[in-house]
C-alpha cells in the first residue's frame, strides 16, 4: 500500500491545482437537470485523461468512471450529482454564477457547493488514490456524476447501483467535512378532492371541491407527527394548495389538490405513511357524502439530456446506520489519524442515500465541503481549503475501505 513519503505527498501543488481547475470547469459548464450533458463531458475527458479503466454512460446520462485494482476487493461507489437548481436571476449575484470566481480563499458559483466542487474532489482523488498505491489495491473505485438528484432524490442512482453493485457508497453532499450515517426521508403527498363544476351565480348546483379541501386540511393539522430519537419528527407539512379551474372565471371550482412534505422516519412505508391521513378522509367522508376524496404519493416524470425520460413516485426513505458499525469506525480512524476530526452525525436533508441505503441497505457514508446552508443560494460559493481537504478526506475513505 502506501508508504509515509507517498502519504505525505498525496496532495501536492499539482493536485491541488487538478481539484481546482476540474471544479471550475464543472461549474462553467450550466447544468440545469435534464441538462447535465456538459459536465458529463467534462468528466469523461477528466476520466479517459487521467487512467480510469472504463467509462460507463447509463440511458439517464450518469457518467461514471471506474478504476480497478490488481487485487479483488470490495466495491466503492463515490456519488456526486451534476445538476443543479436554476439561477432564477442573475442580476442579483455579486459573483457571475458560472464563471468560477476564486476571491479571498472561495470559489463562486452555482453548484460550488452543491455540489460540483465534491465530485472534483472525488474524482481527483480516486486517480491520486490509483497512481500512489500503482493500483496495488483490493478491489474498484467509482465515481459516478449523477444527472437529476435534484428532482428525484435517489431515482437515477437505482440505474448505478445496479450496473456497480456497490459494497460501500460515498455520498458527496456538503456536511462541513463531518461524517453523515443517515437522514430523514421525503416524500410527497398529494390529497386531491372532486365536486361539481357550477356557474358561481348559481353555486347550489355543484359542489365545491375547494370546500371539501378546507375541512381536510383542518383535520390533517391534528395528525400526530411520529419521532425518531436520532432523526427527530416525521413532519407533516402543506407546501401548496391548487384548484381548478383556474383562474375561476364565475365557475365553481370542481378539483382541488393540496400538495404535503412529509420527512419519512427510518423504517416507514408507503403504506404506513398514507394510513392516518387516509383514515381522515374516510371520516370526512362518513359524515359529509357530497366530499369525495383520495390521497397519493405524487409522481414526477422528467426527460433526460440522453432524450430518455426519468419517472418515480416520489417516496424516498429515511436511512440510519449505527455508528459503531465497523466500516464507520474504520473510515472514522482513518481520517483521524490523518489529522481530521469530523463528527458523527446525520443530513438534515434528502440525498441520493434514499436509494443506497433505504431502498438497497448498502452501507453509506456522507461526507463533502461546505456548509448546506449554502446551497441554492445566491452567491453560493466553496472554501478552496475545504474543498482540497475533503480531497484528502477521500483518498483516506478508499484507504480504510479498499484493504
Known amino acids: 500500500m502506501l508508504n509515509k513519503k507517498e502519504e505525505s505527498n498525496m496532495l501536492t501543488k499539482q493536485r491541488e491545482e487538478s481539484v481546482i ?69 442573475e442580476s442579483k449575484w455579486t459573483h457571475k454564477p458560472f464563471e468560477a470566481e476564486i ?25 491520486n488514490f490509483a497512481k500512489d498505491t500503482n493500483k496495488d489495491f483490493a478491489g474498484e473505485i467509482y465515481v459516478a456524476g449523477v444527472v437529476h438528484e435534484e428532482c428525484f432524490e435517489g431515482v437515477a442512482a437505482r440505474s448505478i447501483s445496479s450496473i456497480v453493485k456497490p459494497d460501500y457508497v460515498i455520498i458527496g453532499e456538503a456536511s462541513n467535512l463531518n461524517l453523515k450515517i443517515g437522514q430523514r426521508g421525503r416524500g410527497e403527498v398529494k390529497v386531491e378532492t372532486f ?13 365545491n371541491a375547494v370546500y371539501g379541501m378546507c375541512k381536510i386540511v383542518e383535520a390533517i393539522e391534528n395528525i400526530k407527527a411520529p ?42 412505508t408507503k403504506e404506513s405513511v398514507l394510513e392516518p391521513i387516509q383514515k381522515v378522509l374516510d371520516e370526512l367522508m362518513e359524515k359529509d357524502n357530497k366530499l369525495k376524496a383520495k390521497v397519493s404519493f405524487a409522481k414526477g416524470e422528467e426527460m433526460c439530456y440522453t432524450g430518455n425520460k426519468i ?18 469506525n474504520d473510515v472514522y480512524n482513518e481520517l483521524h489519524n490523518m489529522g481530521f476530526t469530523p463528527q ?20 453509506t457514508i456522507g461526507m463533502g465541503p461546505s456548509i448546506e446552508s449554502l446551497a441554492h443560494t445566491i452567491d453560493e460559493y466553496v472554501e478552496i481549503d475545504q474543498l482540497l481537504k475533503v480531497t484528502e478526506c477521500y483518498y483516506g475513505i478508499m484507504k480504510a475501505l479498499l484493504k
Open 311 to 328: 419517472e418515480g413516485e416520489r417516496f424516498f426513505p429515511g436511512w440510519l446506520f449505527d455508528k459503531n458499525e465497523q466500516y464507520i
Open 21 to 89: 481547475e476540474l471544479c471550475k470547469k464543472l461549474i462553467n459548464a450550466r447544468s440545469y437537470s435534464g441538462e447535465e450533458n456538459k459536465v458529463s463531458d467534462e468528466l469523461k475527458t477528466f476520466y479517459n485523461a487521467n487512467g480510469f479503466d472504463e467509462v460507463i454512460i447509463d440511458k439517464y446520462g450518469n457518467t461514471i468512471g471506474k478504476i480497478k485494482g490488481n487485487r479483488p476487493g470490495k466495491k466503492i461507489l463515490f456519488d456526486g450529482h451534476m445538476d443543479t437548481v436554476p439561477v432564477e436571476d
Open 344 to 363: 458523527i452525525t446525520q443530513y438534515n436533508f434528502c440525498t441520493n442515500g434514499s436509494h443506497y441505503a433505504g431502498e438497497a441497505n448498502i452501507k
Open 103 to 127: 476571491c479571498d480563499g472561495k470559489m463562486y458559483g452555482r453548484g460550488t457547493t452543491d455540489m460540483k466542487g465534491a465530485l472534483s474532489a472525488m474524482a481527483n482523488a480516486a486517480v
Open 195 to 207: 365536486g361539481v363544476p357550477a356557474h358561481s351565480a348559481n353555486p347550489e348546483k355543484g359542489i
Open 227 to 268: 419521532h425518531h430519537e436520532v432523526l427527530g419528527d416525521g413532519i407533516l407539512e402543506l407546501t401548496d394548495i391548487k384548484s381548478s379551474p383556474y383562474p375561476g372565471a364565475s365557475v365553481v371550482p370542481d378539483y382541488c389538490v393540496a400538495t404535503y412534505d412529509r420527512r419519512l422516519l427510518v423504517g416507514e
